[in-house]
């Protein structure tokens, strides 16, 4: 079926079924006591008011839909068009704006920005099921900067920039990103440590961040760029450093613009298609479903967003 014709983006009663066939796999949960037994559907009736995706809990007398719970709780927009800026943003490699959202879904911008934030929300994972190198394979770790820090003056230094550090496993194709105020090693260590396993071989360049913590690992081998040394044997940086031009090219030619304390999500969203890219066998529409997968238990409020930054 052609991505066009799904039903769930042009029908916002098919988009319930299909959210809820995703969310409540083997049967309907109620939200508010967690009952199971009796749960009855509610009828939409735009006359009476009642809407779209409506049930009820014979247990607590409750309603309920899908959306509660989920990033998508109090949205106002139609579900079909949250789904389809799901797609949109999952399936385009270096992000889609909330300008593009805006025109595409036809929805104001604020909308648009509004519900492109939830979705990144959604991507954004939680702790590690198992650590990265856990195999000892090699990780490499390496950190960038990007953008001026509010209030600061726009200069080369690295001190007045946004500052990330990324870890990439190699076995798995995972990417983990992290955003700092400052590139210390009392911030960067606990990160490092904290994502991978004490059996891996830990690959970086030649920063100083990099000497005590590489103690803690296996093994801790670098490259030194200041000399043009960028590949020794299997010892690079390459693939992190692969990650973060794709991650600068969508900043820049696609956002353009990132406030300091969005910056966290937007790296959620770029690692999230990095770890569930085509190389690993992941399409567009199952990559979709892993980042609807990742919208429960997750709220995000608009006055939360901190608009004047």
């Not at 490092?192 to 100083?208: F, H, M, S």
């Not at 569930?276 to 709220?299: E, F, P, Q, T, W």
Request: aromatic residues 10%; glycine residues 8%; contains cysteine.
């Amino acid at each position: 079926m052609s991505v066009l014709s799904r039903p769930e983006f042009h029908s916002e009663e098919a988009a319930f079924e299909y959210l809820e066939g995703k969310l409540w796999s083997e049967c309907v949960v109620c939200v508010h006591c967690g009952g199971m037994d009796r749960i009855t559907k509610v009828k939409a009736n735009p006359e009476k008011r009642i809407r779209l995706g409506l049930w009820r809990c014979g247990d607590c007398k409750k309603q309920f839909t899908v959306k509660v719970g989920t990033v998508f709780e109090h949205m106002r927009l139609p579900l079909n068009k949250a789904l389809q800026a799901v797609f949109l943003m999952t399936s385009s490699k270096k992000g889609v704006s909330a300008h593009q959202l805006h025109r595409m879904l036809e929805i104001t911008y604020k909308s648009a920005w509004f519900l492109a934030h939830r979705i990144r929300e959604a991507m954004r994972d939680g702790q590690l099921a198992v650590p990265f190198g856990s195999d000892g394979g090699a990780v490499e770790v390496d950190e960038t900067y990007i953008g001026v820090l509010k209030g600061q003056p726009i200069r080369q230094s690295g001190a007045h920039k946004m500052k990330v550090i990324s870890l990439v496993d190699r076995n798995s194709g995972q990417i983990r990103s992290y955003t700092f105020d400052q590139m210390i090693n009392c911030y960067v260590e606990p990160v490092v440590k904290g994502n991978i396993a004490k059996e891996a071989r830990l690959i970086t360049d030649q920063a100083r961040i990099y000497k005590p913590i590489g103690k803690h690992f296996a093994s801790h081998a670098t490259v030194n760029h200041s000399i043009g040394e960028y590949v020794r044997g299997d010892v690079y940086t390459n693939t992190v450093e692969g990650s973060f031009s794709i991650f600068k090219r969508g900043m820049k030619g696609v956002y353009q613009h990132c406030g300091e304390q969005h910056l966290h999500r937007y790296l959620a969203e770029f690692d999230f298609r990095y770890s569930n890219r085509a190389k690993l066998g992941i399409n567009d529409a199952a990559r979709a479903d892993r980042a609807l997968m990742g919208i429960v238990g997750k709220r995000l409020t608009y006055r939360r967003l901190d608009l004047h930054a």
